[in-house]
């Protein structure tokens, strides 16, 4: 009779696993998920979609705001540029307030339609100062007219509109991935895989949305038809918006965990309360009981090696506890061991993370210093124009080609060769495959440099503005197409590894990360353009990257990035090497995460 009863339990918890999600999500109403009924590519379709919109929108702004700002405001180049990657930046540091603020309180779905409202608020106003105030005289802004003088008041009604945009993209940005992922349940293995599909696609489908922005929008702004471009964009984050809350009933959501700022604050103070405590081996380690846990509903988290200070906060001593008859314990004197661990992952992720940062630095210069050398070349076929923005959608088409290509062809071949089911190359190896090919893009936009300055045509002496290279604008492909492969195993294998790393309670943290290093990335480019402007500028010489590319030194700049590069890549491949993967157990009992990341 035991034995029949343990069949009828384990069959019941079966049908059980296919009704509802296994790994704690629920639907709009506060029920668990169920499996049929919610999630899966039927919901995430719609987020790709949402998340094609809103990139299609954000870099009908980005994409030529360098231009913008000599055109239209005045600004020389060194400075546009400057301003563009402050701007980029300021997106994702925002990302940082979206992540807090999921994690914490809102939940996924929530802070994603808040910060899509503002969005959609900052792109609508843009889109009216520019047409009211800025575009004077009529049809200004375009290659031959200039615009006239704008007032201080005028000026600041265009900067807080673009920062309203980066505020909403950014606390919109890292939220949306991890929701999209959300969707499907990594502890059913028929859905596991397609969450992991599904950053591919993700990345792909803000590619595509970016297409329509770099080409169409793109030449229209460069043809000074800047407000019907930011109109579009505006238009566009609308749709997106409206799309995203049309399917609310399908969607999965984990529960907001609570301030993740405070449960790290007190696994802090209560390892250094008693750095004295001479702890035994492995042993008297305190792990809450379900119902008590500060994260209710994440997985737990399994005791690891390393960072042993830590493990201090979830020793027991006697003085732990309120009562302990009760189980009241002091949160700032003990700590549950999944509460350590999240510290642990955090600290593991930050050698990885700060890695990543001076690959976003050669990621910006495709917004800004490539758009400034591609307008410096031949950029005319018989009568047509190509804008110099336009370029990018080679990295676009780029990174479209690579995706399927490492989907359909390099991951299966690489998974047979390594006679793996999880797949051939994890992500600690795609990232640094990105960083090689980083490498190359800053060598072959530094050639491209070195030919354009020799067929550069002969400037007058004061000349603010170069005349164009007899060098066709064609010979940035190169450039472009290493940026987007690169993407492809830097970006997309982020996304899937911070996500995967971190702690049910800070995915969205985990995604965060990934734009703030591209944050950080814009504003170690800022500072690196500077200190060398400040150096290489001397009473004879105008520096590396002055307004006329044809007196400068563009190459030099891209060849010290080949060799930041490199430097990097050898201390990832140090970091990357020590990386200990993160352990938890799921809703089933079962251990994840025993993959190998050894690079």
Same mark, same amino acid.
């Given at each position: 009779?035991?034995?029949?009863?343990?069949?009828?339990?384990?069959?019941?918890?079966?049908? $059980?696993?296919?009704?509802?999600?296994?790994?704690?999500?629920?639907?709009?109403?506060?029920?668990?998920?169920?499996?049929?009924?919610?999630?899966?590519?039927?919901?995430?379709?719609?987020?790709?979609?949402?998340?094609?919109? =809103?990139?299609? =929108?954000?870099?009908?702004?980005?994409?030529?705001?360098?231009?913008?700002?000599?055109?239209?405001?005045?600004?020389?180049?060194?400075?546009?540029?400057? =301003?563009?990657?402050?701007?980029?930046?300021?997106?994702?540091?925002?990302?940082?307030?979206?992540?807090?603020?999921?994690?914490?309180?809102?939940?996924?779905?929530?802070?994603?339609?808040?910060?899509?409202?503002?969005?959609?608020?900052?792109?609508?106003?843009? %889109?009216?100062?520019?047409?009211?105030?800025?575009?004077?005289?009529?049809?200004?802004?375009?290659?031959?007219?200039?615009?006239?003088?704008?007032?201080?008041?005028?000026?600041?009604?265009?900067?807080?509109?673009?920062?309203?945009?980066?505020?909403?993209?950014?606390?919109?940005?890292?939220?949306?991935?991890?929701?999209?992922?959300?969707?499907?349940?990594?502890?059913?293995?028929?859905?596991?895989?397609?969450?992991?599909?599904?950053?591919?696609?993700?990345?792909?489908?803000?590619?595509?949305?970016?297409?329509?922005?770099?080409?169409?929008?793109?030449?229209?702004?460069?043809?000074?038809?800047?407000?019907?471009?930011?109109?579009?964009?505006?238009?566009?984050?609308?749709?997106?918006?409206?799309?995203?809350?049309?399917?609310?009933?399908?969607?999965?959501?984990?529960?907001?965990?609570?301030?993740?700022?405070?449960?790290?604050?007190?696994?802090?103070?209560?390892?250094?309360?008693?750095?004295?405590?001479?702890?035994?081996?492995?042993?008297?380690?305190?792990?809450?009981?379900?119902?008590?846990?500060?994260?209710?509903?994440?997985?737990?988290?399994?005791?690891?090696?390393?960072?042993?200070?830590?493990?201090?906060?979830?020793?027991?001593?006697?003085?732990?506890?309120?009562?302990?008859?009760?189980?009241?314990?002091?949160?700032?004197?003990?700590?549950?061991?999944?509460?350590?661990?999240?510290?642990?992952?955090?600290?593991?992720?930050?050698?990885?993370?700060?890695?990543?940062?001076?690959?976003?630095?050669?990621?910006?210069?495709?917004?800004?210093?490539?758009?400034?050398?591609?307008?410096?070349?031949?950029?005319?076929? %018989?009568?047509?124009?190509?804008?110099?923005?336009?370029?990018?959608?080679?990295?676009?088409?780029?990174?479209?080609?690579?995706?399927?290509?490492?989907?359909?062809?390099?991951?299966?071949?690489?998974?047979?060769?390594?006679?793996?089911?999880?797949?051939?190359?994890?992500?600690?190896?795609?990232?640094?495959?990105?960083?090689?090919?980083?490498?190359?893009?800053?060598?072959?936009?530094?050639?491209?440099?070195?030919?354009?300055?020799?067929?550069?045509?002969?400037?007058?002496?004061?000349?603010?503005?170069?005349?164009?290279?007899?060098? %066709?604008?064609?010979?940035?492909?190169?450039?472009?197409?290493?940026?987007?492969?690169?993407?492809?195993?830097?970006?997309?294998? $982020?996304?899937?590894?911070?996500?995967?790393?971190?702690?049910?309670?800070?995915?969205?943290?985990?995604? =965060?990360?990934?734009?703030?290093?591209? %944050?950080?990335?814009?504003?170690?480019?800022?500072?690196?353009?500077?200190?060398?402007?400040?150096?290489?500028?001397?009473?004879?010489?105008?520096?590396?990257?002055?307004?006329?590319?044809?007196?400068?030194?563009?190459?030099?700049?891209?060849?010290?990035?080949?060799?930041?590069?490199?430097?990097?890549?050898?201390?990832?491949?140090?970091?990357?090497?020590?990386?200990?993967?993160?352990?938890?157990?799921?809703?089933?009992?079962?251990?994840?995460? $025993?993959?190998?990341?050894?690079?």
């Amino acid at each position: 009779m035991a034995i029949g009863g343990v069949t009828k339990k384990k069959t019941m918890k079966k049908e $059980q696993d296919d009704v509802y999600t296994m790994d704690g999500t629920v639907d709009c109403r506060g029920h668990p998920a169920n499996r049929q009924e919610t999630g899966k590519w039927f919901a995430s379709n719609i987020i790709l979609v949402n998340q094609g919109l =809103a990139t299609l =929108a954000f870099f009908g702004v980005g994409v030529n705001l360098v231009l913008f700002l000599t055109r239209v405001l005045g600004e020389n180049n060194a400075d546009a540029a400057n =301003a563009v990657s402050k701007w980029t930046g300021t997106v994702y540091i925002f990302s940082l307030v979206g992540a807090f603020l999921s994690d914490a309180y809102w939940g996924r779905f929530k802070t994603c339609a808040i910060f899509q409202i503002i969005f959609v608020m900052g792109l609508a106003s843009l %889109s009216l100062s520019t047409y009211l105030f800025l575009l004077r005289p009529k049809g200004c802004g375009d290659r031959i007219t200039p615009c006239g003088k704008h007032s201080n008041m005028e000026k600041g009604l265009f900067y807080l509109s673009i920062y309203l945009v980066a505020l909403g993209y950014g606390g919109y940005q890292p939220n949306i991935a991890t929701f999209g992922a959300d969707q499907f349940d990594e502890d059913y293995q028929k859905e596991s895989h397609a969450k992991v599909a599904f950053f591919s696609y993700f990345y792909l489908a803000m590619n595509l949305g970016s297409l329509f922005s770099n080409t169409l929008l793109g030449y229209f702004e460069d043809e000074g038809m800047w407000a019907l471009g930011f109109w579009a964009s505006a238009a566009s984050a609308f749709l997106a918006l409206v799309l995203f809350l049309a399917r609310t009933p399908k969607y999965r959501h984990f529960k907001a965990t609570g301030n993740p700022l405070s449960r790290l604050s007190q696994v802090l103070i209560a390892a250094i309360r008693k750095w004295r405590t001479n702890m035994p081996e492995g042993e008297g380690l305190y792990e809450a009981e379900e119902k008590e846990c500060s994260t209710e509903g994440s997985r737990k988290l399994l005791h690891s090696e390393g960072f042993k200070f830590l493990d201090k906060a979830a020793y027991i001593n006697s003085g732990d506890f309120y009562n302990q008859e009760q189980g009241l314990r002091n949160p700032w004197r003990l700590c549950p061991i999944t509460q350590v661990e999240e510290v642990k992952c955090i600290l593991r992720l930050l050698p990885i993370w700060l890695c990543t940062i001076i690959y976003s630095v050669v990621f910006t210069q495709m917004a800004s210093l490539f758009v400034e050398q591609g307008a410096a070349m031949k950029t005319t076929v %018989s009568n047509f124009r190509i804008p110099a923005a336009s370029m990018s959608s080679f990295d676009i088409l780029s990174v479209v080609v690579f995706v399927f290509f490492y989907r359909r062809v390099l991951d299966p071949l690489m998974s047979r060769l390594r006679k793996t089911e999880s797949g051939g190359l994890t992500e600690l190896h795609r990232m640094g495959i990105g960083l090689i090919i980083a490498v190359m893009a800053m060598v072959s936009a530094g050639i491209v440099e070195c030919y354009r300055l020799k067929y550069a045509i002969k400037d007058c002496p004061h000349c603010k503005a170069p005349n164009p290279s007899t060098l %066709s604008i064609f010979w940035q492909i190169p450039q472009y197409v290493f940026i987007g492969a690169s993407e492809v195993f830097m970006y997309v294998g $982020q996304l899937e590894f911070f996500n995967a790393q971190a702690p049910d309670g800070l995915k969205s943290f985990g995604s =965060a990360l990934c734009m703030t290093s591209i %944050s950080l990335g814009n504003y170690v480019s800022s500072l690196i353009v500077s200190i060398v402007m400040k150096i290489s500028t001397e009473d004879h010489m105008p520096g590396w990257i002055p307004g006329n590319l044809n007196k400068g030194h563009l190459d030099r700049f891209y060849f010290l990035l080949a060799a930041l590069t490199t430097i990097d890549f050898v201390v990832y491949i140090l970091c990357a090497r020590s990386y200990k993967r993160i352990k938890m157990e799921g809703k089933s009992g079962e251990e994840h995460g $025993q993959i190998s990341y050894d690079v």
